[in-house]
């Protein structure tokens, strides 16, 4: 069965770099997303994309944050100056379009530690 | 606006015995509804969802929930529990158009005993 993967499984990062996430979507799926879960905390929506574009995104999502679709397969989450609330489980998502088929699935999720 | 309530943050039955995970929405439009698990360390996983057809839902392990309209809730059962559905579970809320963000609950934690 298909299914959304994500690398690393840990990134583990200083206070003020630059962090790139990476997921490969479902390959017939056209539509991206990403959310995080703060230790403890509710997942949270940060932004989805298609046609390589933003559609939406949270106020969460703000200067820092950026996302791009680099090739035909990959789809990437920059953080570009990390915070110490920026630690979290980044997950991301992707649907295949409108209705039924909505439906997001997740892959296995980012940890994201900023020191 | 959209949000979704989960009425209880821990649920704790012994193996065999019905579950119950409770969840109310809010929409101003016909939603759709999910249901999600998260086992300890692993990410998201699909356990069934609502998108306007049965109001009874059948999904994964055994698991259904059914949509009340009247009611404003989506709630998950179990006829008997596993030790294995010890887990993370989110009610989750979102629209019927895709590339829209998914509402998330604050979680239920089933706890299963032996």
């Known amino acids: 069965e298909p299914e959304v993967t994500q690398t690393p499984s840990h990134q583990v990062t200083q206070m003020g770099q630059e962090v790139i996430l990476r997921c490969v979507p479902i390959?017939?799926?056209?539509?991206f997303y990403w959310y995080r879960q703060i230790l403890g905390q509710k997942v949270e929506f940060l932004v989805s994309?298609?046609?390589?574009?933003?559609?939406?995104k949270s106020e969460i999502f703000d200067d820092q944050f950026s996302v791009e679709r680099p090739d035909g397969s990959n789809f990437t989450l920059k953080i570009r100056s990390t915070k110490l609330e920026d630690s979290a489980m980044y997950f991301c998502?992707?649907?295949?379009?409108?209705?039924?088929?909505?439906?997001?699935?997740f892959g296995p999720g980012t940890r994201l530690t900023v020191l | 606006a959209q949000s979704v309530t989960q009425l209880d943050s821990h649920v704790s039955v012994s193996e065999g015995t019905p579950v119950l995970l409770r969840c109310n929405y809010s929409s101003s439009y016909s939603p759709s509804l999910f249901w999600y698990v998260q086992h300890p360390n692993k990410g998201l996983q699909l356990l069934l969802k609502?998108?306007?057809?049965?109001?009874l839902v059948k999904g994964i392990n055994g698991f259904e929930a059914e949509f009340k309209k009247s009611e404003t809730s989506f709630h998950l059962t179990k006829p008997s529990a596993h030790m294995s559905d010890a887990a993370e579970y989110f009610c989750v809320v979102g629209g019927n158009q895709a590339g829209t963000a998914l509402i998330f609950g604050k979680g239920t934690t089933l706890s299963v005993s032996s």
């Open positions: 994309f298609y046609n390589n574009e933003i559609s939406e």
């Open positions: 609502y998108t306007s057809a049965a109001t």
């Open positions: 390959s017939n799926h056209l539509y």
């Open positions: 998502a992707s649907s295949e379009g409108q209705g039924a088929r909505n439906t997001q699935y």
